[in-house]
């Protein structure tokens, strides 16, 4: 694909055509094989013309330009190829060319380039025709189509086939423009012949007649053209000769080029005439008939012309190239010269310009960057506290309009440098880019001004931002510090997570982890609240960014801890979980084992059955059977306590513990649910048992229960006969009662016998199963049932007696009742006698007749209620004097009734008239307040018709409430007849006629009661209208009055002159007058406001209307008269205001005026020379201080002594003195260094008088110590406050002169200063400095900060005055605004000139501030001035020590480095057999670590002492800077000669290891050399030198002492030494060497890693291979290495661990082949159980133990193959615990010589088939139990069977399997049962063998080890079983060396290194027993430890623990592999 570029020379292809498509080359191969060539196309060819019409040729496009020839096809468009060469570019190639999309549209087009498809190309033109296009070509490739700049004309074959005389005529055409290029035009660059300058000779035309047969005059015509055609190159040549000398350099005159460009041209016309000539004549001979010869002479000749025409051609345009290059370079001088002229004016004019407008900008810049500096120093004073005081409110406030007044300046400033900026754009060069860069510079310095003020802009915000942050982070710091502590304190707790914590501990961890919980929440929510705040803003970019550290970093410290406090949540839990499980697993083997023990006590109850006597005594066989119950009942409660135990720890255990720990605790208690389900089964058969003994027993007593009962039921029927006799009412009822009770006792005992009796019955019943005990119990029940029936009749009898007793009871106490009532009835019916006769009855004698009739019915009601309910159930004796009863209640209900209808009338009328006499009361009392109505009105009816006011509202108000209270009782009377006239009306006709007719009339009354209160409500209403007319006349005339009052008042205001009335007095008038006009003003509204109430209350009463309207036309006269007094007292009013307001406001502004001058007092020393009084002050202030600081220190004596000292002789100080002394103090003192001005104006400030030198007292003026007050306080007359006096109170800002120094009372610890007034020197005493809580009251007194509080305070005060004046004038302006005429808007006036007054002394008051800010910044920056002086010199004298001491410390270091390199020079410069020929290298290290260590601690002092010069801040540049630069080169030094000093020791003891090991190597050899001497082993050798007391160490002098009698070892002592502490002891200096470090160290092992041959002897040659050495086999070397010098060969002889063969084996080869490669002495660890067996062959013999996971092996022999035969397996259950599993009973093979594990034997084993007791004896009499026997026990015979004469039972001595215990048991009873019987499927175990759970032994777990004389019952088998061929090792176990094999199986056995790292953080602890053992220190994650010893089992807790030394730091001590809870502490590393 085509690239771009433009130009003469092509450009490469861009980039991004790269990417876009293959490679260049690619490309063009592809297009050549789209290229279509010449010899392929059979179409003519056509071509290209390509030309420019432009006449000035920048570009060279003159490489284009020319005629092109088509070549071939490009993808389906023809390709053309330039046929013109350039002069001077021949060997450039054009092509014109088409691409078309296949690379992308943006390369698709027709192209100029170096070649189709090329990568360098000129131009292109975007088009897709067949032919290029003829115009819109972009030169170059990416530029723009520039018209005419490149035009292709295409020709095609049919043009360029067309005769001459066409193409000429066409040529001499007009039309034709730009003219077509020939064919034969000739070739640019061709070299004409040389001519003259002659014009071009004009072309000869020769008229021949042309005859066909004239064959001379044809040849004369060919020889003419000839001639002509010569004579045209040659003038050709010529003519171009010329134009090249006339135009031969480019710098020659431009009329030389015009002169050869006109020659050229008037030769190219003659040309182009013998052109056309020649083309005629070749036409002519054409058309003439010429032969084929001459037309080809004559076509001949155009070529050449057309060579000449090409040559003219190209250098015709050569020449005006060459011209136009001429012409363009002279007008380019042309306008260069006025371009740098014009430049050079513009330049000055602009620099002019510039230097005028820079200085006011850098001016304006300048004062915005002082302005952004002062904001800055005071945002820098102002710190960052937790708490914003009101002295920093203030600070910042100032802060504030600081930074506004900065950036209105800046940009002010910004602005103008703005404007400035773009008017230099337009400035000439040099100018402009002066001006742009000084202007830019300006820019930049607002720029970082306007970012240094940007973060000042907020400053409030961001201080406060940045408190509140100080604050947030403090509180969580200490928050989150306090958690991380409460947490540590819990990991601490429960860092020893291998041992069980005790409850205390948890619990007390536990109560930690609440507030360590509840701090890490709050810090991690304030952190989170904290960082969120941050998102939304904070202290600026680097703020937030600091800030958010530091938060992310708290908060993964907290999430730290929060994951610590996690781990230790979970360590307490499963602390907690194994606590709770243990304590509940011990609870349930308690109960469980209770309930055990229980049925144990059931066995020896039950044992007096158990003897063999079958039938007990009665009395016996009870107590037994009690005694068994009770036992039953106990054990049923232990084992149901236990059930419900382990239920509900079962259910608890699934959701309290975890997944693993509910696990293992369901495991155990399955196992105790077992125990508890077996002892149940027991406890059935025991409870089984004693039921059938029980019946047996208890026969006898049911019977005695039964014939009891009868007795019983026979007492009871004698007791009860008196009750069934058939006189029973002559029977008493004291006599019934008496039977009664007898019966009832007699009835509970037969009861309780007959109860008793049947339940017993019925029990035994129950439980009988025989036949004949259940025909007993049957007749039995029969006669207990006759007994129930006895019983059955006796209870009737009982029962009618009782109810015949109560019969008679009752009828006795009804009768009592009725003949009471009768007697009532009887009186009451004597009272209602009279009714018969005409008398009526007293009203007394009819309420006792109504009382009477009540109290008798109701008691005849209940009597006749009771006595038919006892009728209901009376029997037949009682029923007679019941119904007489009830007959006698009915004759007196009669009665009542017959009295009731007597009487009832006259009790109507007695009633009616009682309501008629009760209603007449009320209405009486209605009407008697009716009567008081007349009192209450009784003022109004004296005949005065109208009352006083106050007297008539007090009638008005008595009135209304008579009215009321008439009313009251008006109601109550009404209520009260209605209801009893209602009443009334019920009774009959002659009772309520009558009555009724009175109560109309009582309610007649009470509605003429009524109509009299209605009028006097309206009279009254009426006397109301009338008081209030009354009242509103008063109201008008006190506002009369009030109003005349105030005409008198204003009277001398309107008739007087104001002048002569006095200012109090006019005050005095003016106020009174006001007083009185609001008065009467006051008085005129309450009587509008009362008439205006009024008027709704007169309305429709015309009367009171007119009066009314009466007042409120007086009220308006008086109104009218009030307005009038007011304007006439106005005028005079306002004069007198308007003079007391002026001067008032007057005083005021004197006032402000006098405010500015004490403010500009003040102001004077802050502005006087910028303060410069202050700094002297402060400067001797200073020396006081120093001075004062030097007597102390008793460096001067005294004051005194110190004037004496620096004035002599002399008595005074003059002040060269005065500077000599200071220049000495400076020398002696750092602090106390003043520059010579300094020193002079102190001096001047000293010298009070003067005169030139200072006096004694003028120098004691130096130690004036002055305090100002910062609390109120009191100055007091003496020291003690609690007796001193007060003299004078101080307030704030007072200033002290100190007369003595402060002294502390010690008892009240108060500091108390003597001083006296500065402005009152009369005045002094003690005044306190500080109080006994803290609290400061003064402060040193510091004259600038002084002075500049001062002016503030003042500042403020008066500038509080000046906005209070003109606040005050300006209110009263406004007030007076609606004034316009009159005295009032004259003040106004004069107001407002004192507002200018005021305005103008504010304006004063802010110039004065704006001095003395800008004097306080002078004087910050002279005293930052004198301080950066003072700290320069300083820094100086500091560098000079720093710098000074760097070099003392650094000279003796590098001299101890040396010495310590030449100590270990030895070690480290040898190599080889000279460092193991070093005798010594125990002590060159030793010295070595000795000096190394001696040059460490220097080198940590000196690191220290240089680290104490280092500077905090890090100064760039300065004094310090060079000492800083010191000291880090210094601390480099250091720390590098530390470091060389680590790296030479290293070596050292690199090359002491090697010695060591060439020392192990040489020991080795000969003492494997001496071992073969002795025809031993090593290992027998240690055992050998250990003797039998230790056999599992040595000790390390008698090693030694071996070492030193082997002569060959030839070792020095330290060489010894060294070897026992690199391999043997390892430098513990224990005294002993264990047998693993030993055979570690002596022992060596080579690995096979090519396989080799192994031989008899050492010569290779001797005898055959014993066999061949396969690779990753292990030997133990026994002798050698040793070299065979014939061979060239190294040899060792070893012994294989696979099969023990001894014999010789070559290392390597005699070619550098390697066979065998050394490794360390072969481990192995288990990773799970594995058993060690004794034997190489396994057939199911018990191991000699299992090993443990982790436990460790040493190698000894193997691995071996071992093809192990079939064995018997036998499945069987263990009688003596019921244990079930498989056992190899033997080996299949015959020639197995253990013979089988178990043997059946006869009469061996007893099996129990009844519960039976064992006993200590035969006798069965005598004997006592020892325990019971379970039915299926088995026993094993010892003695017997034996048969008892006495007892007749046979017994038999055995010992059971179950417990172990011996006694006699019996084989059957007196009564033929039998009790045990041998067993025939029992097998006696005759040798230890393993019982496992599966039938396949090798992944079998053990259930346990069966033991000689167990019996076993066979349940399966035998049964084959068959093996696959295992690898077998034998070890020795390193916890405790006992030997044995194991098997290798996957995954259990892996290859160990004596190297563990630490996996979780455990403790280092001082014994191997972990109970009790001290803690060496605590062992962190990933720390690594070497194995000294172990693995070892702690048997106490079942932990293998190892003894190790810490890589870290060396501390040796034993740790655990894995805690009692899987917790895996140690890791092994893997083998290196």
């Known amino acids: 694909m085509p690239s771009a570029g433009g130009g003469v020379k092509p450009s490469a292809r861009p980039a991004t055509t790269q990417r876009a498509s293959a490679p260049a080359g690619l490309r063009a191969q592809a297009a050549k094989r789209e290229q279509v060539g010449p010899s392929a196309a059979s179409k003519p060819r056509s071509r290209l013309r390509v030309y420019t019409k432009t006449e000035e040729d920048e570009i060279g496009i003159q490489t284009l330009v020319g005629d092109y020839t088509e070549m071939g096809v490009n993808h389906g468009r023809p390709f053309y190829e330039k046929v013109s060469k350039l002069p001077g570019h021949e060997e450039v190639e054009v092509f014109v060319y088409y691409w078309d999309t296949r690379d992308g549209p943006e390369f698709s087009g027709w192209w100029f380039g170096d070649k189709v498809g090329g990568s360098q190309v000129w131009s292109r033109a975007m088009a897709s025709g067949k032919e290029p296009p003829e115009e819109g070509w972009r030169v170059p490739w990416d530029g723009e189509a520039i018209p005419g700049l490149l035009l292709v004309e295409v020709q095609s074959a049919a043009e360029l086939a067309q005769p001459v005389s066409s193409t000429a005529q066409a040529a001499q055409s007009p039309k034709a423009a730009p003219p077509k290029a020939s064919p034969s035009a000739p070739r640019p660059g061709a070299s004409p012949a040389p001519q003259s300058r002659q014009p071009p000779v004009p072309a000869r035309r020769i008229e021949v007649k042309v005859d066909p047969a004239d064959l001379a005059l044809r040849e004369e015509r060919v020889r003419i053209a000839t001639e002509r055609v010569e004579a045209a190159e040659g003038e050709t040549g010529q003519v171009v000769n010329n134009a090249k000398e006339m135009s031969g350099p480019e710098e020659a005159d431009e009329s030389n080029f015009a002169e050869a460009e006109s020659a050229l041209k008037s030769h190219q016309e003659a040309l182009m005439e013998e052109q056309k000539l020649l083309a005629k004549d070749l036409s002519e001979a054409r058309s003439s008939g010429f032969d084929q010869s001459s037309i080809a002479e004559l076509t001949r000749l155009q070529p050449r012309l057309r060579t000449l025409q090409q040559t003219l051609a190209s250098e015709l345009q050569r020449v005006q190239t060459t011209l136009v290059k001429v012409r363009q370079r002279a007008a380019m001088e042309r306008k260069k010269a006025e371009a740098e002229e014009q430049a050079i004016e513009a330049e000055q004019r602009d620099a002019r310009s510039f230097q005028t407008a820079l200085p006011e900008a850098m001016e304006l810049v300048t004062t915005a960057e002082d302005a952004v500096e002062t904001v800055a120093i005071l945002a820098a004073a102002v710190a960052v506290e937790d708490e914003i005081s009101e002295v920093e409110r203030q600070a910042i406030q100032d802060i504030e309009k600081a930074a506004i007044k900065a950036s209105q300046e800046l940009n002010e400033a910004r602005r103008i440098v703005g404007n400035r900026l773009v008017d230099s754009k337009r400035f000439a060069p040099e100018a402009k880019k002066v001006a742009l860069q000084e202007y830019q510079g300006l820019q930049d310095r607002l720029s970082e001004a306007t970012t240094r003020l940007g973060p000042l802009k907020g400053f409030r915000k961001e201080f406060e931002l940045k408190a509140a942050a100080r604050k947030a982070m403090l509180e969580i710091t200490q928050k989150l510090s306090s958690a991380e502590l409460e947490v540590e304190k819990a990991h601490i707790m429960t860092s020893s997570v291998d041992q069980q914590m005790e409850k205390d501990d948890i619990a007390s961890t536990t109560e930690l982890l609440g507030p360590a919980q509840a701090g890490l929440a709050e810090s991690l929510q304030l952190i989170d609240r904290r960082m969120r705040s941050l998102s939304g803003g904070g202290d600026g970019p680097e703020g937030v960014t600091t800030q958010r550290k530091e938060l992310e970093g708290l908060q993964e410290r907290a999430k730290d801890a929060q994951k610590k406090l996690e781990g230790i949540r979970a360590a307490l839990k499963r602390q907690e979980e194994c606590l709770d499980a243990d304590r509940l697993l011990a609870q349930a083997h308690e109960k469980i084992e209770q309930a055990e023990e229980a049925f144990v006590a059931t066995t020896e109850a039950e044992m007096p059955f158990l003897k063999g006597l079958e039938v007990l005594p009665r009395d016996e066989g009870m107590a037994a059977v009690a005694q068994c119950e009770a036992a039953t009942a106990k054990c049923e409660s232990a084992l149901q306590t236990a059930r419900s135990f382990l239920k509900q720890v079962s259910s608890d255990a699934k959701t309290r513990f975890s997944k693993e720990a509910a696990k293992r605790f369901a495991e155990e208690l399955s196992g105790l649910r077992s125990r508890g389900e077996e002892t149940e089964k027991k406890l059935i058969a025991f409870k089984r048992e004693t039921a059938q003994r029980k019946t047996k027993a208890m026969l006898q007593e049911v019977t005695e229960l039964v014939a009891e009962a009868a007795n019983q039921a026979q007492t009871l029927a004698e007791v009860v006969k008196l009750l069934n006799t058939d006189n029973l009412e002559e029977v008493t009822a004291e006599s019934l009662k008496a039977a009664i009770e007898q019966s009832a006792a007699a009835e509970k005992d037969a009861s309780a016998a007959f109860n008793t009796a049947k339940t017993q019955l019925a029990a035994k019943q129950k439980e009988a199963k025989d036949s004949s005990l259940m025909s007993e119990l049957t007749k039995l029940q029969q006669k207990l049932s006759t007994v129930n029936q006895d019983l059955q009749k006796c209870r009737r009898i009982a029962k009618n007696g009782e109810l015949m007793i109560k019969g008679k009871e009752v009828l006795t106490k009804e009768e009592e009742k009725v003949a009471k009532v009768e007697s009532v009835i009887d009186e009451m019916d004597a009272l209602a006698a009279p009714i018969g006769g005409e008398e009526e009855i007293k009203e007394e004698a009819m309420k006792k007749i109504d009382a009477a009739v009540k109290s008798a019915s109701l008691a005849l009601a209940e009597t006749s209620r009771t006595c038919d309910m006892a009728m209901a159930g009376a029997q037949t004796f009682l029923r007679g004097p019941l119904g007489k009863l009830l007959a006698r209640l009915k004759k007196g209900k009669e009665k009542i009734e017959r009295v009731k209808a007597a009487t009832r009338a006259q009790m109507e009328k007695a009633q009616a008239e009682a309501n008629i006499k009760e209603s007449e009361k009320h209405v009486e009392a209605a009407e008697e307040m009716l009567n008081k109505l007349g009192e209450a009105e009784l003022p109004f009816l004296k005949g005065i018709e109208v009352l006083p006011l106050k007297e008539s509202w007090a009638a008005i108000k008595d009135c209304e409430a008579a009215a009321k209270k008439v009313q009251e009782a008006l109601d109550q009377s009404k209520s009260f007849v ?238 060269a003195a005065f500077k000599a002394f200071l220049s000495g103090l400076e020398d002696a003192h750092e602090d106390l260094s003043f520059s010579e001005a300094q020193q002079e104006e102190m001096f001047k400030r000293l010298d009070v008088d003067s005169s030139g030198d200072l006096s004694k007292a003028e120098f004691e003026g130096i ?85 500049w509080t001062a002016f503030q305070r003042q500042l403020s005060t008066s500038t509080r005055v000046s906005s209070k004046t003109s606040s005050f004038l300006g209110f009263k302006c406004k007030e007076l605004e609606g004034c316009l005429t009159g005295p009032l808007a004259e003040a106004k006036g004069n107001m407002k000139g004192f507002l200018a007054r005021v305005a103008a002394s504010s304006k004063q008051l802010e110039e004065l501030n704006k001095k003395v800010a800008q004097s306080v910044k002078e004087y910050g920056r002279l005293e930052e001035e004198e301080k950066r002086a003072r700290q320069e010199a300083q820094e100086r004298k500091a560098a000079e020590v720093i710098i000074k001491d760097v070099e003392g410390q650094l000279q003796p270091l590098e001299s101890e480095f040396e010495r310590l390199s030449e100590a270990l020079k030895p070690l480290t410069t040898t190599n080889g057999s000279e460092l193991e020929a070093l005798a010594a290298p125990v002590s060159l290290i030793r010295d070595g670590e000795r000096q190394s260590s001696e040059l460490n601690d220097k080198l940590a002092a000196a690191r220290t002492k240089l680290e104490t010069h280092q500077v905090a801040k890090k100064p760039s540049r300065g004094h310090l800077a060079d000492a800083r630069l010191a000291v880090t080169k210094a601390i480099a030094k250091v720390d590098t000669l530390k470091l060389q000093s680590a790296s030479l020791l290293e070596a050292a003891r690199g090359a002491a290891s090697k010695a060591a090991l060439a020392a192990l190597g040489r020991a080795q050899r000969v003492l494997r050399d001496a071992v073969k001497a002795k025809e031993t082993t090593l290992e027998a050798w240690f055992q050998e030198l250990a003797g039998e007391a230790s056999s599992e160490s040595i000790s390390s002098e008698a090693f030694r002492k071996q070492l030193s009698e082997l002569p060959e070892l030839n070792l020095s002592s330290e060489q010894v030494a060294l070897l026992f502490s690199k391999y043997l002891d390892k430098g513990e200096g224990i005294g002993n060497i264990s047998r693993g470090s030993f055979m570690r160290a002596m022992q060596q092992f080579y690995i096979c890693v090519r396989s080799i041959a192994i031989t008899h002897e050492f010569v290779i040659g001797k005898g055959k291979p014993q066999r061949m050495l396969a690779e990753d086999e292990v030997v133990e070397v026994l002798e050698g290495p040793q070299g065979d010098e014939k061979l060239g060969v190294m040899r060792v002889r070893a012994r294989m661990l696979s099969d023990g063969l001894v014999g010789w084996i070559s290392v390597s080869g005699n070619q550098g082949t390697v066979f065998l490669k050394e490794k360390t002495k072969p481990y192995l660890c288990c990773t799970a159980e594995l058993p060690l067996e004794k034997d190489f062959k396994s057939v199911g013999d018990a191991p000699l133990r299992v090993l443990k996971a982790e436990e460790v092996i040493e190698v000894l022999e193997g691995p071996r193959k071992d093809c192990m035969e079939p064995v018997m397996r036998v499945k069987c259950k263990a009688t003596s615990d019921g244990a079930v599993g498989w056992f190899t009973m033997s080996s299949s093979s015959s020639s197995s010589s253990s013979g089988p594990a178990a043997e059946q034997k006869e009469n061996k084993f007893f099996n129990c088939t009844a519960a039976i007791a064992m006993t200590d004896n035969q006798n069965i009499k005598q004997c006592k139990v020892m325990r019971k026997l379970e039915v299926g026990e088995v026993v094993r015979v010892l003695e017997g069977p034996v048969t008892d004469t006495d007892s007749g039972v046979t017994r038999i001595r055995a010992k059971s399997t179950k417990g172990g215990v011996e006694g006699w048991v019996t084989v059957k009873g007196n009564a033929g049962t039998t009790y045990v019987e041998e067993a025939t499927k029992l097998y006696t175990v005759v040798r230890e063998v393993s019982l496992q759970k599966e039938f396949a032994s090798e992944a079998s777990e053990v259930v346990r080890t069966l033991v000689p004389d167990e019996a076993v019952e066979i349940l399966e088998g035998p049964k084959k079983e068959t093996f696959e061929a295992v690898t077998r090792i034998k070890g020795r176990a390193l916890a405790d060396d006992v030997v044995g094999w194991v098997s290798k199986k996957e995954r259990k056995l892996k290859a160990w290194v004596p190297e563990y790292r630490c996996g979780k953080e455990t403790v280092i602890q001082n014994t191997l027993c972990t109970r009790g053992a001290g803690m060496v220190r605590r062992l962190d994650e990933g720390e690594l430890i070497e194995t000294l010893e172990g693995p070892k089992e702690d048997t106490e807790v079942g932990l293998l623990r190892i003894r190790g030394r810490a890589e870290k730091d060396g501390a040796v001590g034993w740790i655990s592999v894995r805690g009692n809870q899987g917790t895996q502490f140690l890791v092994q590393r893997q083998g290196k």
């Open 1263 to 1347: 130690f004036t110590e002055r305090f100002v007050c910062i609390q109120k306080i009191t100055m007091t007359d003496g020291l003690d406050i609690s007796s001193a006096k007060s003299v004078i109170k101080l307030d704030v800002d007072t200033l002290l002169e100190a007369t003595g120094p402060s002294r502390t009372d010690e008892a009240s610890q108060i500091t108390r200063l003597p001083c006296r007034l500065v402005e009152d020197t009369t005045k002094s005493g003690w005044v306190t400095m500080k109080g006994n809580a803290g609290k400061v009251f003064l402060k040193q007194f510091t004259p600038h900060n002084s002075g």
């Open 978 to 1215: 209605a209801a009893k006239n209602l009443e009334v009306q019920k009774f009959a006709e002659a009772a309520s006629k009558p009555a009724v007719e009175r109560m109309s009339a009582l309610a007649e009354r009470n509605n003429a009661v009524a109509q009299k209160l209605t009028q006097f409500r309206q009279d009254t209403e009426q006397r109301k209208r009338v008081s209030h007319l009354q009242q509103a006349g008063d109201l008008l005339k006190e506002a009369e009055l009030e109003v005349e009052k105030s005409r008198e008042v204003a009277a001398p205001l309107a008739s007087e002159d104001l002048s002569t009335i006095t200012a109090e007095l006019a005050t005095e008038i003016c106020e009174k007058l006001a007083s009185i006009e609001k008065a009467a003003q006051k008085k005129m509204q309450e009587t509008i406001s009362f008439i205006a109430e009024r008027r709704k209350d007169m309305k429709g009463h015309a009367a009171q209307e007119e009066e009314l309207q009466k007042i409120e036309d007086r009220l308006k006269k008086v109104k009218s008269q009030l307005s009038e007094s007011k304007k006439a007292a106005s005028q005079q009013e306002q004069r007198f205001v308007a003079r007391k307001l002026l001067a008032e406001a007057g005083d005021l502004v004197t006032e402000v005026e006098e405010e500015v001058k004490k403010v500009s007092a003040v102001a004077a020393p802050l502005i006087d020379r910028n303060g410069m009084t202050f700094l002297v002050q402060a400067g001797v202030q200073k020396l006081a201080a120093g001075l004062q600081e030097l007597i102390t220190k008793g460096e001067v004596e005294s004051r005194d002594a110190l004037f004496s000292k620096v004035c002599g002789e002399a008595g005074s100080l003059t002040q």
